[in-house]
């Protein structure tokens, strides 16, 4: 458009909204680039040096026996955690969601909680009471023949310290997809003669599956990316052996090749969610009130019996293990000084990280959501990569990229931030995306038509109505990098410690005394974010109450 | 009951409770066989937990329901909802999502013979849309497959509730006289709920008044609108309102007139639809002068508001050929040979 013909004030209030009004703030289309190619760096490092060698070296370092051993326990752990978190999360769901259970709400709660700990506090939790010198299996030795130490070690073990705490990803989805499913589907099919079982397996459980397709793929990610329990239960899988080759060798090749198939992997279980998701009808129906609940009768105290010894396994014990340590440890006369500076240090770069992530993840999402484009959506998508990289694969590629073209941030903690905006990006976006897409619009053009310019109006509507989403944002950044291990403990500076590498290294020696009080630190700080921002809206509607039906 | 033939569905003495709340207060109700009945009430009056106690939805606290002679829910008597053979559509259809058109209906038939798929669809006019999902169905089509397969297994009720709800005001009317025809063709016994007087009053041989869990009348559409038992159901049913009056020997005197009426004696409350009053034109003798005062115009007819002097309100309804500017001054007067007093 031309300039407007005339400048008095009306007439150009009438016409600047218009001459404008596509374009996006070259300043903040910068920053999202910047940001996005940042995301990208690692992966886009490894791609190279794995296949900049050349196929024969690439295949040299990955079509090794070890290389499919890795793989083969790699998808069995997967497998393995995905298959019991679903045999967990599924009837934990429909007792807390359907059933006249005592309690549901307090039941719900205790089901989810477990998401608090670590996989690393899962890891040592199982190791301190049924590991070789463990509290249970000492009993259990006293009086039995039986030998249980041994076990926890390698697929087992892990297989429960990832399974038995991270269910809780597929439990808050499904709880939620339970709940809005329409009685009257369940309704319609008992009309048609089908009982209890047909309707669940018929009807209900195939309603469930982008719950669960979606609740499985979170499990999955986590598993393959999962460094703190597989290295503390000595189960080899990639993570570990990317880590060891790292360490011992600091053979890049064999660590680039490396994860370069730990990147394939969780690349083709994304992709095998979305092919899977895409094959399911559009869902229409929302439940317009709440479902008759199936009476328990005399399951109800079975249920009450599982629901309680599984809040034992994984709540109970972890916390028992941590506070009967932390007060050997203080017996023993530890100074309870000593879990100030890690305490300082988790806090310090988990603050800075979620500050960082969200405010980089704003320019994004305007771009993409209020001038979208074809490169303003693609920047958005490419944006979270880090959804697809595991922790210690970022943090490799980031020091082999800067050992070798930016040496001064070796070892700063500038770079450990990258590592920390990279892997929780994802998170970031979506918070804010929710958050910006629940803004109308309109706002904005009133705020434009009423003279503000574009970062103006960012600045004086959008992120003030936007906030209260940003804040959850940086609350789940904050919580996520709190809990990080493996690209802390690889490109922490020398003598930084976070609460989780002080946790990871005194549980991998088996000093359990100088682990317990990171922990309870760690988790007492992981508490109520966790609560606040994961836990209690997967339990409440999306209108923000509580579940309650409708009247009629 | 011995020697009478067994009503379609015998409701007695039925209460039930929705939480702390009473839904359905003693309700006794029987329906007949073969035709369309409807219960209609404002929302809350229990409508649909009475419908969803008869499908196995909900448990009674007292009462018995029997279908088709047989008992299912009585003392010490619990059939569960899959087996009362009774065909429930709900108000978006709720097709199931994940199956065609055709496994929809097959699904309560599982075992039965293929032709009756390609039946019950042909009877709703969507035998060639069996492949389809339900995604793919508009609104109305989608009800008639819900319909459809709700008859597939020759249930021997159908239970609708408030299945035109969701459809826009166009549609509605539309697919209501389709599923009304399919009903009667297939001659099953049919309830339907709804809060629509006009669509329980124009689909239904029989109405069911309901209201704070009560059953207040049923009867013919017609006996509901002109014959109404109780104020409560006069105002529920069709617009119109109450107006003081006194009654003396079949007789009553009110503002806009006397008249012949069902009542006892004394002060009375008479019940005046719009259509119960006409404008006089010019030239013809009685009523009583009164000023239009407001006016709502629907097209093929009006409602005018007119103040009478003593200052008294009602609306009449006119011919909107016949209309007067407003603000004119008009003699009102009563139409009708016998009214309802209520005391």
Not at chain 1, 212 to 237: E, K, P
Not at chain 1, 430 to 447: D, I, L
Not at chain 2, 137 to 166: H, M, Y
Not at chain 2, 231 to 248: H, M, N, S, Y
Request: net charge positive; hydrophobic share 50%.
């Amino acid at each position: 458009m031309s300039a407007p013909p005339i400048s008095v004030g009306s007439a150009r209030a009438l016409v600047w909204p218009l001459r404008d009004r596509p374009r996006f703030s070259p300043l903040l289309a910068g920053v999202a680039l910047a940001t996005a190619a940042t995301a990208n760096a690692p992966l886009a490092y490894i791609v190279i040096r794995a296949l900049g060698a050349g196929p024969e070296r690439l295949w040299a370092s990955i079509g090794t026996p070890l290389t499919v051993g890795l793989l083969a326990r790699t998808l069995a752990l997967v497998g393995g955690v995905v298959a019991l978190a679903v045999a967990i999360a599924l009837p934990l769901a429909w007792v807390v969601v359907r059933t006249d259970l005592p309690a549901r709400r307090a039941w719900a709660v205790l089901g989810a909680l477990p998401l608090v700990f670590p996989s690393y506090v899962a890891a040592l939790a199982l190791v301190a009471t049924l590991g070789p010198r463990g509290y249970v299996s000492l009993w259990i030795e006293a009086w039995t023949p039986i030998r249980i130490g041994g076990l926890v070690y390698g697929y087992t073990g892990a297989l429960l310290a990832l399974a038995l705490f991270t269910y809780p990803y597929i439990f808050l989805l499904l709880v939620a997809a339970l709940r809005d499913l329409d009685p009257a589907y369940e309704e319609s099919s008992r009309s048609l003669g089908a009982g209890r079982w047909r309707t669940f397996f018929g009807v209900v459980l195939p309603q469930l599956r982008p719950a669960l397709y979606g609740g499985s793929l979170l499990v999955a990610l986590y598993t393959v990316s999962d460094f703190g329990a597989v290295s503390i239960l000595r189960f080899n899988t990639f993570t570990l052996a990317i880590y060891n080759a790292y360490r011992a060798l600091f053979d890049r090749s064999v660590a680039a090749a490396l994860s370069l198939v730990l990147i394939v992997l969780a690349v083709g279980l994304i992709a095998g969610e979305g092919l899977l998701a895409r094959r399911l009808p559009p869902h229409r129906l929302r439940a317009s009130r709440m479902p008759s609940r199936a009476r328990l009768g005399a399951w109800k105290w079975p249920v009450i019996l599982f629901l309680g010894a599984l809040a034992v396994v994984n709540l109970v014990l972890p916390l028992g293990v941590l506070v009967f340590w932390g007060a050997r440890a203080v017996e023993l006369g530890h100074p309870l000084g000593s879990v100030w500076q890690p305490a300082v240090g988790s806090l310090g770069v988990a603050l800075v990280a979620a500050l960082v992530t969200v405010g980089l993840s704003i320019p994004i999402v305007i771009w993409a959501v209020r001038h979208p484009s074809r490169l303003s959506r693609a920047v958005e998508r490419i944006s979270r990569a880090g959804f697809a990289l595991p922790g210690i694969v970022i943090a490799l590629a980031l020091v082999f990229f800067v050992t070798r073209y930016l040496l001064p941030l070796y070892q700063t903690l500038a770079l450990l931030i990258v590592a920390y905006v990279i892997r929780f990006l994802p998170e970031a976006l979506a918070a804010t995306q929710a958050a910006v897409a629940s803004v109308s619009r309109r706002f904005e053009e009133a705020a434009r038509s009423l003279g503000q310019s574009q970062l103006g109006t960012l600045r004086t509507m959008t992120l003030p109505l936007v906030r209260p989403g940003l804040l959850a944002g940086a609350g789940l950044v904050f919580l996520t990098t709190m809990k990080e291990l493996p690209a802390t403990l690889v490109l922490r500076p020398t003598g930084f410690e976070t609460l989780a590498t002080r946790i990871w290294s005194s549980a991998a020696e088996g000093i359990y005394s100088q682990a317990a009080l990171p922990g309870l630190v760690l988790v007492a700080v992981a508490l109520p974010p966790t609560y606040l921002l994961v836990i209690r809206p997967a339990l409440e509607d999306r209108d923000g109450t509580t579940s309650r039906g409708g009247d009629r | 009951m011995i020697g009478s033939p067994p009503k379609a569905i015998d409701v007695a003495g039925l209460v039930v409770y929705r939480g702390d709340s009473l839904a359905v207060d003693g309700v006794d109700l029987e329906i007949e066989p073969g035709i369309i009945t409807s219960i209609v009430g404002p929302s809350g009056c229990g409508k649909t937990s009475l419908l969803r106690a008869i499908a196995g939805f909900e448990r009674p606290a007292a009462g018995s329901i029997a279908i088709d002679g047989e008992s299912v829910v009585g003392p010490d008597r619990w059939v569960p909802p899959e087996r009362r053979r009774v065909g429930m559509v709900f108000q978006e259809g709720a097709l199931f999502p994940h199956l065609s058109v055709a496994e929809n209906v097959r699904y309560g038939i599982r075992g039965g013979p293929e032709s009756r798929v390609a039946e019950v669809l042909g009877l709703v006019g969507l035998a060639e849309l069996g492949h389809r999902m339900p995604h793919e169905l508009s609104g109305g089509q989608q009800q008639r497959v819900a319909v459809a397969r709700a008859l597939a297994p020759s249930p021997r009720v159908i239970l609708l509730d408030e299945p035109f709800v969701n459809l826009d005001a166009t549609l509605r009317e539309r697919v209501r006289e389709d599923v009304r025809q399919i009903l009667d063709r297939a001659g099953i016994t049919t309830v339907l709920v709804t809060h629509d007087q006009e669509e329980a009053l124009s689909v239904a041989r029989r109405v069911a008044v309901m209201d704070a869990g009560r059953i207040l009348q049923v009867d013919a559409p017609e006996d509901i609108y002109l014959r109404p038992e109780s104020a409560r159901v006069a105002e529920f049913i069709g617009d119109g309102q109450l107006v003081p009056c006194t009654v003396e020997g079949g007789t009553f005197v009110s503002a806009f007139g006397t008249g012949s009426c069902e009542g006892t004696d004394g002060d009375g409350r008479l019940f005046l639809r719009p259509e119960d009053l006409e404008q006089l034109s010019e030239g013809r003798d009685g009523g009583v002068p009164a000023t239009i005062v407001g006016r709502r115009f629907y097209g093929h007819d009006v409602l005018d508001r007119v103040r009478l002097d003593s200052g008294e309100e009602i609306e009449v309804r006119c011919l909107s050929s016949t209309v007067l500017p407003v603000e004119s001054v008009v003699r009102i007067a009563l139409r009708r040979r016998l009214y309802r007093v209520f005391s």
